[in-house]
């Protein structure tokens, strides 16, 4: 069966650190990959996604970036996080030719101060 | 691109009332549709979902049709409990995209 992990469950960090978050699926190959960020009480904002290793399509031009080193790999990246980036961002995966469900980590709780 | 609809909410019921979620969507192409609820601190989990017409999607009691003439897919539940407390959000998906309404929060109680 597949299963999608994500670390850390929950980071706190000072305004203009770097961040790195992690996002690994299990039991599949070829996944597309999403990053998304839920503000507090909002919606799903779609961050990012990857249809390949090292194909990256953003969706919204902000001061993060994702990377794909690894075919179940997915990396969310800041070298200078900013007040408004805290949330909670979830990775998610689905099959490159299926129905379009998508399957959602347990997320990272993510509080700049 | 594809845009959705639902009601904001807070949804306040009491146990064992019947619950309606409302969802309209627009959607270029033929979209499937999806129903996703998240338990607080949580992501998401898929809780049913409508590939064609007139499918209807079910799961743990909660039900939703798929209405392309009306471009529907809302939400019901016959008999709501404490449990399922939650945030529900409603995606129609073209391609590998899923586009989600804001979410309704729904809270039961006893």
């Known amino acids: 069966s597949q299963t999608i992990h994500q670390w850390p469950a929950t980071l706190v960090q000072p305004v203009g650190s770097p961040l790195s978050l992690e996002c690994t699926v299990e039991g599949t190959s070829n996944p597309n990959l999403y990053w998304y960020r839920q503000a507090a009480g909002r919606g799903l904002q779609l961050l990012f996604y990857s249809v390949g290793i090292g194909q990256i399509s953003s969706e919204v031009p902000q001061n993060l970036s994702a990377s794909r080193p690894q075919d179940r790999q997915f990396i969310l990246s800041s070298k200078k996080l900013l007040l408004s980036d805290s949330g909670f961002y979830l990775c998610?995966?689905?099959?490159?030719?299926?129905?379009?469900?998508?399957?959602f980590g347990p997320g990272t709780r993510l509080t700049v101060l | 691109g594809n845009s959705v609809t639902q009601m904001e909410g807070p949804v306040t019921l009491s146990e064992e009332a019947f619950l309606t979620i409302n969802c309209t969507y627009t959607?270029?192409?033929?979209?499937?549709l999806f129903w996703y609820v998240q338990y607080p601190g949580e992501g998401l989990q898929l809780l049913l979902k409508a590939t064609k017409a007139d499918d209807k999607g079910s799961n743990k009691g909660f039900e939703a049709t798929y209405r392309k003439e009306t471009t529907s897919f809302h939400l019901e539940k016959g008999s709501v409990q404490v449990s399922d407390s939650a945030v529900y959000f409603c995606a129609p998906t073209t391609g590998n995209m899923l586009t989600f309404g804001g979410g309704t929060r729904l809270m039961v109680k006893p």
């Open positions: 959607a270029t192409g033929y979209p499937s």
């Open positions: 998610a995966w689905s099959y490159g030719l299926g129905d379009g469900e998508q399957f």
